[in-house]
């Protein structure tokens, strides 16, 4: 018997990365499985491999998490579909990656956008579910960057945001039965940050051996490990956290 047996889960971005990892992870665990993407083609593809047991189901959704009716629409078709909602992990985003002097309007606003006002529009479309059944669990992704990142004010900005956001879900849905959290991830292993290698003109092998480096377990981490921590904060062991931001990084941040 899974934690998530008879449980939906609706992940954003996650035909690749870390969030099919945790859209994997969640299959794995007996949930339903909603797998949403901008490009539904994708989303649809990504939904089919995942592992499925238990008469559980899949489906992917196309959404941009950053327009109020595309993420309404897919929260009601994810509850039509699968028959309701139970997780809501936020984990779609993008990069536009400048120094300040270098960053136009349209790099803030794509990476402000995504992150966050994604997360607001897909939290509030979904809130209303978990308020009237009194139960559900919310997963923000925000990043060690947002402790700050040469290159990337609109990045940090967005990812501390998350932060704020989540601890206010919190203060405001915990007497609903609905926990909030944030993970803040490291360096992960993906596509997004090998085409970061290939834009600084690094190879990836190079590029990831000097992540792991830099931080006290001399590794990168994997889809996997963001998906286990999702995994613990979204089952029921972790109803007395809330509000909470757990950085899952190797430890980079701790010198």
Same mark, same amino acid.
């Given at each position: 018997?899974?934690?998530? %047996? $008879?449980?939906?889960?609706?992940? #954003?971005?996650?035909?690749? $990365?870390?969030?099919?990892? #945790?859209?994997?992870?969640?299959?794995?665990?007996?949930?339903?499985?909603?797998?949403?993407?901008?490009?539904?083609?994708?989303?649809?593809?990504?939904?089919?491999?995942?592992?499925?047991?238990?008469?559980?189901?899949?489906?992917?959704?196309?959404?941009?998490?950053?327009?109020?009716?595309?993420?309404?629409?897919?929260?009601?078709?994810?509850?039509?579909?699968? $028959?309701?909602?139970?997780?809501?992990? @936020? @984990?779609?985003?993008?990069?536009?990656? =400048?120094?300040?002097?270098?960053? +136009?309007? %349209?790099?803030?606003?794509?990476?402000? =956008?995504?992150?966050?006002?994604?997360?607001?529009? !897909?939290?509030?479309?979904?809130?209303?579910?978990?308020?009237?059944?009194? &139960?559900?669990?919310?997963?923000?992704?925000?990043?060690?960057?947002?402790?700050?990142?040469?290159?990337?004010?609109? &990045? /940090?900005?967005?990812? !501390?945001?998350?932060?704020?956001?989540?601890? +206010?879900?919190?203060?405001?849905?915990?007497? &609903?039965?609905? =926990?909030? =959290?944030?993970?803040?991830?490291?360096?992960?292993?993906?596509? !997004?940050?090998?085409?970061?290698?290939?834009?600084?003109?690094?190879?990836?092998?190079?590029?990831?051996?000097?992540?792991?480096?830099? @931080?006290?377990?001399?590794?990168?981490? *994997?889809?996997?490990?963001?998906?286990?921590?999702?995994?613990?904060?979204? /089952?029921?062991?972790?109803? &007395?956290?809330?509000?909470?931001?757990? *950085?899952?990084?190797?430890?980079?941040?701790?010198?």
């Amino acid at each position: 018997m899974g934690r998530f %047996d $008879g449980r939906v889960a609706v992940v #954003t971005g996650a035909a690749r $990365g870390i969030g099919f990892g #945790t859209a994997t992870r969640f299959a794995e665990e007996g949930a339903s499985v909603a797998v949403l993407d901008l490009d539904e083609a994708s989303a649809a593809e990504a939904a089919a491999k995942l592992p499925l047991v238990d008469g559980a189901k899949s489906v992917g959704i196309g959404c941009d998490v950053s327009d109020t009716e595309s993420a309404e629409a897919a929260v009601e078709r994810v509850v039509a579909e699968l $028959g309701g909602i139970h997780i809501l992990v @936020n @984990n779609a985003g993008v990069t536009r990656d =400048n120094l300040l002097f270098k960053m +136009t309007d %349209d790099d803030w606003d794509m990476v402000m =956008n995504v992150h966050l006002r994604g997360a607001f529009l !897909m939290t509030r479309a979904a809130q209303k579910h978990f308020v009237a059944q009194k &139960y559900g669990k919310i997963v923000n992704l925000s990043s060690v960057s947002a402790l700050g990142n040469r290159g990337q004010a609109n &990045y /940090s900005a967005a990812k !501390m945001g998350v932060q704020g956001f989540t601890r +206010t879900l919190g203060i405001e849905l915990g007497r &609903y039965g609905v =926990n909030a =959290n944030a993970i803040a991830p490291g360096f992960i292993a993906t596509e !997004m940050t090998d085409a970061t290698a290939a834009r600084l003109g690094v190879g990836v092998e190079e590029f990831r051996a000097a992540a792991a480096e830099a @931080n006290p377990v001399k590794r990168v981490g *994997y889809p996997e490990d963001i998906a286990a921590a999702a995994a613990f904060l979204c /089952s029921d062991e972790a109803s &007395y956290i809330t509000g909470q931001t757990l *950085y899952v990084d190797g430890g980079a941040k701790l010198g």
